[in-house]
């Protein structure tokens, strides 16, 4: 339940987010929430001008986790050893552990098990699993091995935390489209399919690429990429950010989207291209993002796949490139 300003719901769901409250304050934001049920899915450093050291970032955590009430509910990914890490040690609430099956559970049973049974083009099913009891095949519309996660761990959550009957779950899940930004289709026009995702962390950026590689297994799949994040424009993950785009055909790296970072610190793109192409892929860093519009205009055929990642406004992209698409008459500039 959230108690403040003129939210009085319950239950009342919302995004937990550590970054800061505000710039007069500097405590994160999830641990102004009376949280009742939490679910924690992963742990990895990020929002590096505000944790400095990995350190910081565990402690926000565990400060977050250690919030949960007795009677509340931690529903915990098994599959991630920093949240079990976290978790295990400093939970106050009884934890309901998830995982999909064959991952490595870091010596936590899951309650909650989901087996992926099919896939088509409309949605993933799988296989429930309650205290290793059958529970029924649900079908998520959505793509990639991240969102049946959550889709247990929402499941577990209404349903261990709030009651919830697992009949009645299933349709709802059914019909869920998704958020904005997240896999999302802008169109298809002179049929390329051009999707937008807020991915920037390298797992998101991988498990967003995974998941539009399962819905369009023989398509030809290009990631264009903009760095815009504190943590994304800094070499903190420059080793990670190569094997992220593994799923990609191809890959386009737009400019920084900060100025002003030590040249030591920054990511190194011209390194990231290089190292992509040692890796078999086609990839440039690009000058701008005309430049990036003017190559997909000229190459982009009927079923290949462009996914848009970035979490910012990526320069008015999105419009400009559905308009060159549609017109093939735009003339960018060189990459």
Known sequence: M?????????????EGDEYDT??????PK????????????SIEHDHIDIYATFESYLEAFRQFVARVPEHGLLVANAADPRVVEVVAKHARAPIAWYALE??????????????????DPHAQRFD???????????????????????????????????GARLSELAEPLARFAGVSRRQDLLGTPRGVFVYDDFAHHPTAVRETLLGLRSR??????IAVFEPRSATACRNLHQAEYAGCFDPADEILLAPLGRSGLPPD??????????????????????SSIDAIVGELAERAQAGSVVALLSNGAFGGIHKKLLDALSSRQFSGGGA
Do not use: M
């Open 2 to 14: 959230v108690t403040g300003g003129r939210l009085r719901s319950s239950p009342f769901v919302l």
């Open 22 to 27: 505000a710039f007069f304050e500097k405590t």
């Open 30 to 41: 999830f641990l102004h929430y009376p949280v009742e049920v939490a679910i924690v899915t």
């Open 102 to 119: 064959g991952e490595h559970t870091h010596e936590q049973p899951p309650h909650w098990l989901a087996a992926p049974a099919d896939e």
């Open 128 to 162: 429930l699993y309650a205290g290793g009891v059958y529970a029924g095949r649900f079908a998520l519309p959505l793509s990639g091995r991240h969102n049946l996660g959550n889709a247990t761990a929402a499941i577990a959550a209404a349903a261990q935390g709030y």
């Open 216 to 221: 369009h297994p023989l398509a030809r799949l």
């Open 265 to 286: 610190e920054q990511l190194d793109l011209s390194e990231l291209s290089a190292e992509l192409r040692r890796r078999g892929k086609r990839a440039q860093a690009c």
